[in-house]
């Protein structure tokens, strides 16, 4: 398949907070810390863009203030994921974009989101579950389709379910990298070990 042009597709990425985000890191990490990984982890989330539109989706003063220093548009949290994800949608039809990927923002191991955006306007849901195969920290969909998200616990074969009822084809992508969202104590002790890994 050719690649499509990089202003085919737009990434949204929800961000409720730096400063409150990640509380179930509490044992292991300090508030300020916390702040600094969320902030890390979202920076290599836009960089994963490679110079797409990006819509970061959030009311909190200091992710808003962060997103215009990046050159992100800003949208509103409408106060839950799913409604960000629809948000999104809207943000991304309203720019006449055909595909948009909804990007988790604690993905530090993302380098790029080509493979996941490159279907354009094709009928194809690209879902690429997590790292404990429950969640989907990326879902990539036609900007076109009608789509109900249900995001939390077990969302990655939700999704899937709701892709073939709106009649698109599913592509499952298991991407090490994209599939790695920090969410709990181990993850981050896994992403520490995997820094320390020598680079191939």
């Known amino acids: 398949m050719p690649s499509r ?17 990640k509380a179930r890191l509490a044992a292991v990490l300090s508030e300020p810390d916390r702040e600094a990984l969320a902030r890390s982890m979202a920076e290599n989330v836009v960089d994963a863009a490679g110079g797409r539109a990006v819509a970061i989706v959030s009311s909190a003063p200091e992710v808003v203030a962060w997103a215009r220093d990046r050159g992100c548009d800003v949208v ?11 948000a999104g949608r809207a943000w ?30 094709d009928p194809v849901a690209v879902i690429v579950p997590d790292h404990r195969d429950d969640g989907t920290p990326v879902l990539s969909l036609p900007t076109a389709a009608a789509f109900t998200f249900a995001y939390g616990p077990d969302s ?16 499952i992508v298991r991407d090490p990298a994209l ?12 992403l520490e070990a995997r820094r320390r890994l020598p680079a191939p």
């Open 5 to 21: 042009s990089h202003n085919d597709a737009g990434i949204v990425v929800p961000l409720r907070s730096f400063t409150l985000g």
């Open 76 to 86: 509103d949290d409408p106060g839950s994921l799913d409604a960000s994800a629809a």
């Open 92 to 121: 991304a039809e309203a720019r006449g974009l055909i595909r948009y990927a909804v990007v988790h923002a604690d993905l530090p191991l993302a380098e790029s989101l080509d493979a996941v955006v490159d279907d354009g306007a």
């Open 156 to 171: 990655a074969a939700r999704h899937a379910d709701e892709a073939h009822r709106r009649s698109l084809t599913v592509r």
């Open 179 to 190: 599939g790695f969202d920090v969410d709990l104590a181990v993850d981050l002790a896994e």
